[in-house]
């Protein structure tokens, strides 16, 4: 959009940039910058407009994406082009990715490379790799704590070794997904370090009080993140001798996106890691980054203008580079994350869909999908050229995310539901077959998450314990079912690394004190090989979990219809235990998949009068794309087996 007020001061900010960028060819950046400038412009005069440094910090912004744009391969500009022309191509139902832990993966990232062809063969071509920034060794939150932004940590390799597997991803046409972590930085970063000597420039880059006063009026509307490991949202420095935001851990310092020079600084670092060959840029924490007092500092309207501002910037100078939102927030608000009253995605592209994974997980406690089926109505709409993210498990722990409005339409007291929740993963429920431990449990509210791995939450662990033959193959159909709604929901599933093998949790973190107080570890164990090589002995556990998940990606990539482009129906059937949906090709009439989940450990019955009704058979049967054969109704209905799914087209 052209704006004379904007333009005039874009024509004195290029008049202003150093000789060698002003002459450099920059054909497709300065139509890039014209284009998305007035937004830019706009945006950072909401946030910033007051300050009698305006223009100056205009200019660093401006010379800022210049000078990342010139440090760009010809090979990533050539996919900028391809990826402007094909601005859909993320969409796609081809993209299946896995995240995972470099170096408890293949120890470093050399290793990583030589075990593509293991990722390959599940048909995994989207690879997240949990953090490799440097961080301190005992204070490092899982990679999460950075001490420099631009240094990987020598124990995964170097950045050579980071160019070379993103090289090495685009010649087997699979995507590179790295984390930055936005909101804080670790408490021995080089600002933090400056700001303990007594910097009042670097101070500015975080928040810090001289005393209480301040702090306790933040505490009054600020929750508490790790109540049980790291209470109050402030820790005093000794060193300092002042207070400082910390609402993560007490050795993550929050940056203060007040002031420009944050927001600048972190532009520059997520284009930095766009040079290095990363397709996808997971932005941590993104619902934390504005703090105002007297509100939870969760969510602000700052928070989605930040977004925008880094998304317009990212689209001048490495327009083919995408976001992740990593907003863990109730269902109301994730979709905020692609943005707000717009048609496509103006902050991220694309945005954990955690209510989905919740909704899951209740129903394998529950073996019924009366609340999967309630909290999908209530999912939000996402964007045209947006989508989610659809996991059953993470490096994470499990929240229970859903909304209260939800839970009492399906039946269920809020509070009791959740306690019934947390108690059956955490193995106090009677009979329950889960071996999962609360994390974060808050002793004021009552309120807790789940660790655990995938496979011991679903019961294998207890199964192989007692070895219940009958209880290890409901395991093993769990994983499969829950891996089958992902596959189809629409969107991007993304599996975890042990999870095509059944990975049970590990204690063996224990050992080492710097993880010894977060039993979210258990679910980031070393990769076992010998365990994974079992995947082609026919009839192991390794076999069953593997060869199912392989089939079903292997099939999802073959089916346009399960590209996301807003075409999933949900259908209300009168069988509490069964979640059935429909995607649509919007085009085509003909081309449409049905999906029948039984969520339930014994045989249900489904009538086809309603299916009928949308179209579905009409004739004698239909074909079950993931078993091959042909499914057929008797006496106007189906008799679906225990935890089973179904891909049905006629």
């Known amino acids: 959009m052209y704006e004379q007020a904007s333009h005039a001061l874009l024509n004195e900010i290029l008049i202003e940039l150093k000789f060698e960028i002003g002459n ?10 014209g284009a998305n400038f007035y937004a830019i ?72 490379r030589t075990h593509l062809p293991y990722l390959q063969e599940l048909g995994i071509n989207l690879l997240h790799i949990m953090p490799m920034l440097d961080c301190p060794p005992d204070k490092s939150d899982g990679g999460y704590a950075v001490r420099d932004f631009r240094r990987i940590d ?46 009042k420039k670097y101070q500015d880059y975080y928040f810090v009080f001289d005393d209480r006063e301040t702090p306790d009026i933040y505490e009054q509307t600020m929750p508490e993140i790790f109540p049980e490991t790291a209470a109050g949202n402030f820790t005093w420095d000794e060193e300092m001798g002042k207070w400082v935001m910390t609402v993560f851990n007490n050795y993550q310092w929050d940056l203060n996106y007040h002031n420009p020079s944050v927001l600048i600084e972190m532009i520059d670092i997520i284009l930095y890691w766009a040079n290095k060959g990363a397709d996808i840029l997971r932005l941590d924490a993104v ?117 209260d409005s939800d839970i009492r339409a399906s ?35 009552g309120d807790s998450r789940i660790s655990g791995s995938l496979a011991s939450l679903v019961g294998l662990e207890s199964a192989l314990e007692s070895r219940n033959e009958e209880a290890i193959t409901a395991a093993i159909k769990t994983i499969a079912l829950l891996h089958s709604v992902i596959l189809s929901f629409g969107g991007i599933p993304l599996l975890y690394y042990g999870d095509a093998i059944g990975t049970l949790n590990s204690l063996a973190y224990l050992a080492d004190p710097a993880k010894a107080n977060d039993n979210r570890w258990m679910n980031r164990s070393h990769f076992d090989w010998n365990k994974a090589n079992r995947r082609h002995e026919n009839g192991s556990v390794e076999q069953r979990i593997f060869s199912a998940l392989k089939q079903m990606i292997a099939l999802r990539k073959e089916i346009t219809v399960l590209a996301d482009f807003d075409n999933r129906e949900l259908l209300a059937v009168e069988n509490p235990h069964l979640l059935v949906f429909t995607r649509n090709d919007p085009h085509n009439f003909n081309n449409h998949v049905l999906v029948i989940c039984n969520l339930n450990d014994a045989p249900q019955t489904l009538p086809i009068g309603n299916l009928r009704a949308h179209g579905y058979f009409l004739q004698e049967c239909m074909k079950d794309l993931i078993s091959g054969s042909c499914i057929e109704a008797e006496n106007d209905a189906l008799i679906l087996p225990p935890l089973s799914y179904h891909w049905l087209t006629d």
């Not at 659809?390 to 994470?396: A, E, G, S």
């Not at 269920?412 to 929740?421: G, I, Q, S, T, V």
């Not at 059956?424 to 994390?439: D, E, H, K, V």
């Open 24 to 33: 450099a060819h920059l054909r497709h950046f300065y139509t890039r910058l």
């Open 41 to 112: 412009h706009s945006l950072f005069n909401r946030l910033y407009g007051e300050r009698p440094d305006f223009k100056k910090q205009m200019v660093k912004l401006v010379e800022t994406l210049v000078r990342r744009y010139i440090e760009r391969t010809p090979t990533l500009r050539k996919s900028d082009l391809a990826r402007e022309r094909d601005y859909n191509w993320f969409l796609s139902q081809e993209w299946v990715g896995m995240a995972l832990y470099c170096d408890r993966f293949a120890d470093n990232l050399q290793g990583l």
């Open 154 to 199: 020598p124990h995964f390799g170097t950045l050579r070794d980071v160019t070379a597997l993103g090289s090495a991803l685009r010649k087997r046409d699979m995507l590179l997904v790295l984390d930055v972590v936005v909101n804080h930085t670790s408490d021995e970063h080089e600002w933090a370090q400056q700001a303990r000597a007594g910097d």
């Open 287 to 403: 619902a934390f980054l504005w703090k105002k007092i007297g509100s939870v500092c969760q969510n602000e309207r700052e928070a989605h203008l930040l977004l925008q501002l880094m998304k317009d910037c990212c689209q001048v100078t490495a327009p083919g580079v995408l976001f992740i939102a990593e907003a863990i927030v109730a269902p109301g608000e994730i979709a905020k994350y692609f943005g707000e009253d717009a048609i496509n995605a103006k902050e991220c592209e694309i945005a954990y869909n955690a209510t989905l994974m919740a909704l899951l997980w209740d129903a394998v406690a529950t073996k019924n999908a009366v609340l999967l089926n309630q909290g999908i109505k209530s999912l939000p709409h996402k964007l045209e050229r947006a989508t989610w993210l659809n996991y059953v498990r993470c490096h994470d722990d499990i929240g229970l995310g859903f909304g």
């Open 411 to 445: 039946g269920y007291d809020p509070a009791r539901h959740r306690r019934f929740l947390i108690d059956y993963f955490t193995g106090r429920f009677p009979s329950s077959p889960a071996r999962g431990l609360p994390f974060g449990e808050n002793p004021k509210t």
